[in-house]
């Protein structure tokens, strides 16, 4: 199941569900739920009484862990996950989004009734929802791109319930409450007596990631020259040999370094992997001239009518699509002061001498004032977990759900696995977490030594190209705003940056146009 919904009244208890109640308990579970270390799960739910078959659906292992150990059940499970339970006897609707965020659920609390959704036109179509607009969201939008709360939507009835959060609706009381059930994690320090010890257990716990988001027969990957793509790629092809799987690879030239698509075409040839070269001119805001665009709320992605025609030609072929972001953050290392703090200091040095001789260059030490301040938010990675936590990834991730791209795709994200996390949280950031090392060693055998030594290869003018490929396309049509729009901003200014402002100035009017176009067509639906 994709889409779903669930609306309960007060004291009168269910009114509509896209489930199926459980004949003997009268529970009913409805959700968009996709489960890792499933045996795992299994074996702690037979240790607690509640036996399952081992072809059960994800949404029955879910339906268990409720009958096993009521709300403590989200800290059982992994995955990416979004869900409403119906508890009869405690007459409670109990819901749950995934640690990371990567499925989302919208709910609304409208008079006597609660709703929600993983969808949130399904929310808004609601009889009793209104259209009206949370400007608070708005504005954050028109000022970074992204809503910077994880709790609001654009609209000021509709919630979102954040990541690793959990809520629960009582039919008797009326009451809710939304509750953090995971934080990122501070392991045990993992030591090992061998370098080949931390290389394998890493390529262990990623394999049990990939695997388990290879579930289908065929499956689709982003491959870059960059590292990540290509170690996810090696990873699906030692651990799924029989997945059909398909790379699809972004020409970006002239932006991207000359030798982007031949590293990733010489990946994908070594690995036996099938690959597809996307070569698409610059169209930026193409898709606003659609009059049947549209998102369920205002999208900062220029080219996202490029990209979404390539995921549904990707769906086409494919069910699941691999993203391989994001090694950048997650092996983003702590400072020298967050290390001292939390390891032997004496270990921290050896370390820190050892890693500057081998490499004649000194690793990461993060001496300045904020980094030392933001060691406060986490004991081990604060730096690596500032940047998994940054509102901007709720951009990233809800618009790869199909309400957004139209496409019949579940896009996955192995890296984001909690299980990976965990385990690159317990290693000694020096030296496995500087530049990649942790990848780097872990893929030598498999990757070239190209992909191995290249250093992080950003594009090049791409936003340059982007602005000027608009601004020759709209000098053959006048920009006009909306009496909407203008209610948020300047529309003078707005236009005198779009006809004559720098690259950065006109990125940020671009998202005037967005926001306007959404308001034509969305929001007064």
Not at 177 to 194: D, H, T
Not at 388 to 414: C, F, H, K, M
Not at 423 to 430: C, E, H, L
Request: aromatic fraction near 8%; charge should be neutral; include cysteine.
């Amino acid at each position: 199941m994709t889409g779903f919904v669930a609306e309960v009244a007060r004291g009168d208890g269910p009114v509509r569900a896209t489930g199926i109640p459980d004949p003997r308990s009268g529970e009913w579970i409805v959700g968009h739920v996709r489960l890792d270390a499933r045996d795992e799960l299994r074996d702690a739910l037979g240790a607690a009484g509640v036996a399952t078959a081992r072809g059960a659906s994800d949404l029955d292992l879910v339906r268990s862990a409720w009958r096993a150990w009521r709300e403590t059940a989200t800290e059982r499970l992994r995955g990416d996950f979004s869900f409403a339970l119906w508890d009869p006897e405690r007459r409670v609707l109990f819901c749950a989004r995934d640690q990371l965020g990567v499925r989302p659920l919208y709910w609304a609390a409208l008079g006597d009734r609660f709703i929600c959704s993983n969808e949130l036109e399904t929310v808004l179509a609601h009889p009793r929802a209104t259209r009206r607009l949370h400007r608070p969201a708005i504005e954050s939008f028109l000022e970074q791109g992204f809503n910077d709360d994880l709790t609001a939507t654009s609209f000021a009835e509709v919630q979102r319930l954040a990541p690793a959060h959990r809520m629960s609706f009582s039919a008797d009381s009326g009451a809710s409450a939304a509750r953090r059930y995971w934080s990122f994690p501070v392991p045990e320090p993992l030591r090992l007596k061998r370098d080949g010890e931390y290389i394998e257990r890493f390529r262990d716990v990623l394999g049990d990631a990939v695997r388990d988001r290879l579930r289908d027969d065929r499956a689709a990957i982003m491959l870059s020259g960059g590292l990540d793509s290509t170690s996810i790629a090696a990873t699906a092809r030692r651990v799924a040999p029989e997945v059909a799987l398909r790379a699809w690879t972004h020409d970006m030239a002239p932006f991207a370094p000359e030798d982007e698509v031949a590293l990733a075409s010489g990946v994908a040839s070594r690995l036996d992997i099938p690959q597809e070269i996307v070569r698409d001119t610059l169209a930026p805001l193409a898709h606003l001239e659609s009059a049947r665009f549209h998102t369920p709320e205002p999208l900062d992605e220029p080219e996202w009518g490029t990209w979404t025609r390539l995921l549904r030609r990707i769906a086409a072929g494919s069910p699941v699509l691999i993203i391989g972001d994001d090694g950048d953050a997650l092996l983003r290392p702590p400072g020298l002061i967050t290390m001292l703090r939390t390891m032997p200091p004496l270990d921290v040095f050896r370390r820190v001498l050892s890693y500057a001789a081998s490499r004649r260059e000194r690793p990461h030490l993060g001496l300045g004032a904020a980094l030392a301040r933001s060691a406060r938010s986490h004991a081990l990675r604060p730096e690596a977990v500032r940047a998994l936590e940054n509102p901007v990834w709720q951009s990233v991730l809800e618009p790869a759900q199909r309400a957004y791209t139209g496409a019949a795709l579940d896009i996955v994200w192995p890296l984001l696995d909690t299980r990976v996390i965990e385990f690159v949280f317990s290693v000694p950031p020096v030296p496995w977490c500087q530049k990649k090392e942790l990848l780097r060693r872990a893929f030598k055998d498999e990757l070239t030594d190209s992909i191995l030594a290249r250093p992080k290869a950003p594009l090049t003018g791409f936003f340059e190209g982007e602005v000027a490929a608009w601004r020759a396309h709209e000098r053959t049509s006048p920009i006009v705003l909306s009496d909407r729009v203008r209610e948020f901003v300047d529309s003078t200014r707005a236009l005198d940056t779009l006809r004559s402002g720098s690259t950065e100035g006109v990125l940020a009017m671009w998202r005037v146009l967005i926001l306007d176009q959404w308001l034509r067509t969305g929001a007064a639906r």
